[in-house]
């Protein structure tokens, strides 16, 4: 008997264990790969192995407006797998061994609910019955697949590759077709347009990067095309043929010659198989329906990360599965989403926080918007030749306190930190102004955005 049993071992799951184990209960984590989920075996942690290696390789590579050249650069694309094998490998070593020190039980393989039972609920994992007072699903997401024609048959051939798949390629692709221009689509394309591959994004939307403002969209596309990476927007994918995308764009048919495709259409929740059925657990839209303590309809049944679609980021997961946990051990809590991070991380970062314009304008909450260029920033000037990045502060101009924040610039993924506070703080513009910022860093673009907006 435990006092808490969680399916699943990504970023919402293994940090449950560790807050619900070092708290004092009894916890099983039921994990059918490897813990650390999808973030840190095949998706945020991996990625960033991949685009740094591309970093430092463009730096080498095109740094002659700094002073330095060099000849012979190139990547080696199969040291730098070996190399993301490394850090994921050390980093689930040291979650499993965390988890052990704290006394946390883990058991590999799928956990599917059989029942209730007097003292709780019964879960069976290959074939042995766990039985727990409580249960987390943290079971995370899987990759969309849309009906097109062909999809199917090329993800059973390998030709089209999911996260999971384009992360371990040995080789680099000589056209790379990317299906989706979200946050993975993109991070995949700059990273195999560095290592060499023409790659075409195809996005049904008008735009790419999703719902990040649009000022900051419009510069992160026009790096991408100075890096010659291709965009078909307003295009719908029709079918996935082998050699080649075929997409109507403008009511005519278009064809992209690919070696591989990545499908990168966004992620949906991982209910089915799992048994949620065999105890009642409602589902909206596919998704685990959640209170603000992240309890579901059944009591003792919890919910956190990917499973509930309401924000599938592992940092969103983190915290989440605290307030699950804290509400278990009694401690008042409640999940806010106001104020979660977005990062994209490629070269230039973009970083964002709180609400967009437009957010603003059909909440009908009054705004103002201060939009400055990052060259105000000395540190930012010194470190990026030509720069083009930007700031936007929108804020409440009765209550002057700070509504949201987007950038796209380098370190922006760092930065945003200290306006999530803002945000999540209501922190007033007056009160903003007295923080000294160290000096020079590119971070002071946030003191001068607020004296910008309060003119």
Known sequence: MFDLIVLGGGP???????RAGGAGLSVAVVEKRRVGGVCLNEGCIPSKALLYSAKLFDGAAHGEKYGVRATGITLDHAAVIERKKRVVDTLVGGISAKLKKLGVKTFDGEGVIQQR??????????GEILEGKRLLIASGSVPAVPPIEGLKEGLASGFVLTNREVLDLTEVPRRLAVIGGGVIGLEMASYYRSAGSEVTVIEMLDHIAGG????????????????RVKFELSAKVTKVGSGSVSFEKDGKMNEAAAGKVLLSIGRRPATAGIGLENVGVYLERGAVKT???????????YAAGDVNGISMLAHTAYREAEVAVNDMLGIRDAMDYGAIPAVIYTNPEVASVGMTEEAARQAGIAFKTAK?????SGRYVAENEGGDGIIKFIVDPAREIVLGVHMIGSYASEIIMSAVLMVERRMRLSDIKRAVFPHPTVCEILREAVFEVSN
């Open 291 to 301: 209170d603000e303590q992240m309890r579901t309809n059944v009591a003792g049944v």
């Open 12 to 18: 919402a799951g293994y940090l449950a264990g560790e």
């Open 212 to 227: 990040t403002d649009p000022d900051i969209e419009k510069i992160l596309r026009k790096n991408y095309e100075a890096k």
């Open 117 to 126: 039972t007097q003292n709780g609920f019964a879960v069976k994992v290959n």
């Open 372 to 376: 400055m260029t990052m060259r105000y």
